[in-house]
């Protein structure tokens, strides 16, 4: 596939801005223009609710916002049914107009996606390509998508039972109520209406109409449950159980037809395929980028796993190489796990459609990668294309291939307090969180609300956790044990059980198993190295090792009494 024609291919595409973002904010438009055109009143002849057909017809409203990101066509799809159901049943000219607008773009978007499918498909149709035979693919056994599926036709049955046992309470108190007239006594800061009834007794509630002090409103009150009341025009309204239960079987049938998708791209028998010549990379969002045969042009990504198992485990491991939240991992498991990525870069033969949804299988040398998501273009906004966020052309040659750190001929008296790199505005910072989290959880709840409290609550929570990490941060060695205080606990390590050491930077690192690694910043890494070193040789000759365990670090006992303390003052106020 050339350059030339992977462009056009792309050109193809649908801009993903109009269905991830254009789209859903004509959604939320709709949606407004709706409620501020419903000025209709309730009345005890035209009660607002229960309405099953509005819960039942607001499945398809929320699958149209919803499923814009996951399956933009069947969102649009849902868009022009709603605008069907919309006309039959609303009888709000304003709301009838927006989603007339919204239903009519969502039928063009449809009409576009589907037309730039097939479009996809015819220019890459002519392409030469491989015949290759493709090996049998292992079963998937029982996936993610079927277990979560699984349990929303849990949660959706569950929600039609607790609407049944709401209907049959609230059947209790209607058979046994009496009607009585209320009066409007006041209304809150909240907005909140507080009736006065007949006997002198309130109620405090929220109504969809608006009333006037002095107002009377009808409501049935039952003798046997002072606290159960209802307007006349205003009956409880149960129905939006329908809409759960219909959102949540509609995600697991959509989920289980994504899983029927996967199993049949991965066939229990060999079977013949014709290649693609394409090249592949992979990419930071744990997918792989898929290029033209060039590499000029960028086609989109694709989520691949291997047959081999273990390889396949090796390989999800690796893509940490890509995250930067990794960028402190030790640089020898860096220089492994790029080295693993390096191996599934290069030309490669797609096997099957090339265009958004489809199901390649990519073949790679002699490794068959089997997709476990559809293949999707990158994505755009009017500022931006995705690309691909991936390993640079060269490998990294400054990693050394073993340690060489020299052993420290003179060791400090021991145990020995590793000196490390702290600012000197931490203890500082770290006092003051401590003494204005539970002021500003005293202070806040009695000038504004109790919220405002717990918020700084939690932001000083955090704050006096953050720092006290830095502020107690300790490193301590003997000759056969060294200690890393951080975070909540303290931590103890064998130096018998410490493989290698090497300097990053001024990071210091310590193998102790497969992938196992300690690291930690330091003033000076080499001489901490040096002494780190000479220490790990000598506990190989025959030293008594002390007792190793894990110990509650000072953050914890700070944190606990500044939780306790902020508990206590919230209460309080």
């Known amino acids: 596939m050339t ?32 409620a501020i055109s419903d000025t209709g009143n309730c009345s005890i002849d035209d009660p607002c609710g229960p309405d099953r057909t509005f819960s039942l017809v607001m499945i398809v409203c929320f699958a149209s916002l919803a499923l814009w990101w996951w399956q933009p066509t069947l969102a649009a799809a849902a868009g022009v049914l709603f605008l069907v159901l919309d006309l039959r049943y609303d009888d709000v000219a304003g709301a009838r107009t927006a989603w007339t607008v919204y239903g009519a773009v969502c039928a063009a978007v449809l009409v576009w996606l589907v037309a730039s499918s097939r479009r996809q498909r015819l220019l890459v149709a002519g392409v030469p390509r491989r015949q290759l035979s493709i090996p049998a693919a292992a079963r998937p056994g029982v996936t993610a998508r079927v277990l979560l599926a699984s ?37 809150t800061n909240d907005g909140d209406l507080v009736l006065k009834l007949p006997d002198g007794r309130t109620h405090t509630t929220t109504l969809t109409d608006d009333y006037a002090v002095g107002a009377q409103i009808p409501l049935l009150v039952d003798p046997a449950d ?90 999800a491991e690796a893509f940490d190489a890509l995250d930067d939240e990794e960028a402190e991992a030790p640089a020898r498991l860096r220089q492994e796990w790029e080295g693993t990525l390096r191996k599934y870069r290069g030309e490669a033969l797609l096997i099957g459609d090339l265009a958004e949804g489809s199901w390649p299988t ?62 000197w505005w931490e203890r500082p910072l770290w006092i003051a969180a401590l003494v204005l989290t539970p002021a500003a959880a005293w202070l806040l709840p009695r000038w504004f609300d109790t919220y405002a409290g717990i918020a700084a609550c939690v932001l000083g929570l955090q704050l006096v956790h953050f720092v006290g990490n830095q502020v107690f941060y300790r490193i301590t060695t003997t000759a056969t044990v060294v200690s890393i205080r951080s975070g909540w606990f303290e931590r103890g390590l064998l130096w018998r059980s410490v493989k290698a050491i090497d300097v990053a930077e001024n990071r210091v690192e310590l193998e102790t198993g497969d992938d196992d690694w300690v690291v930690f910043t330091v003033d000076e890494p080499q001489q901490v190295a040096g002494v780190f070193e000479a220490l790990r040789l000598r506990s190989n000759t025959g030293l008594p090792a002390e007792a190793v365990g894990r110990r509650v670090s000072p953050v914890l006992l700070v944190d606990a009494v500044v939780l306790a303390v902020c508990v206590a003052v919230l209460l309080l106020a």
Do not use: C
Not at 255 to 284: C, F, H, K, N
């Open 362 to 423: 990519i073949v790679l040398g002699d490794q068959v990668m089997r997709p476990v998501a559809p293949f999707r273009a990158p994505r755009l906004v009017l500022w931006r294309k995705e690309s691909v966020e991936g390993l640079s052309d060269e490998p990294d040659e400054d990693v050394p291939a073993k340690s060489e750190i020299e052993p420290a001929r003179d060791l400090p008296q021991l145990p020995w307090v590793v000196p490390v790199r702290s600012q």
């Open 226 to 315: 002072t606290d159960w009341f209802r307007p006349r025009a205003e009956p409880a309204d149960n129905t939006w159980w329908y809409t759960v239960a219909g959102g949540a079987w509609l995600l697991a049938l959509l989920l289980a037809l994504r899983d029927v998708q996967m199993r049949r791209a991965r066939p229990p028998q060999s079977w013949t395929g014709q290649g693609l010549p394409v090249q592949i990379e992979p990419a930071a969002s744990m997918a792989f980028a898929v290029r033209s045969a060039d590499g000029a042009v960028l086609l989109g990504f694709v989520d691949l796993e291997l047959d081999d198992e273990e390889s396949d485990m090796a390989l």
């Open 3 to 34: 350059g030339e024609l992977a462009a056009r291919w792309v050109r193809a595409v649908v801009p993903s801005w109009i269905y991830r973002w254009l789209m859903p904010v004509g959604w939320v438009a709709a949606l407004v223009v709706s």
């Open 151 to 187: 349990a929303l036709v849990v949660v959706g049955v569950a929600a039609l039972f607790v609407m049944r046992w709401q209907d049959q309470r609230e059947d209790a108190h209607l058979q046994r109520a009496v009607e009585q007239t209320a009066v409007v006594e006041r209304v």
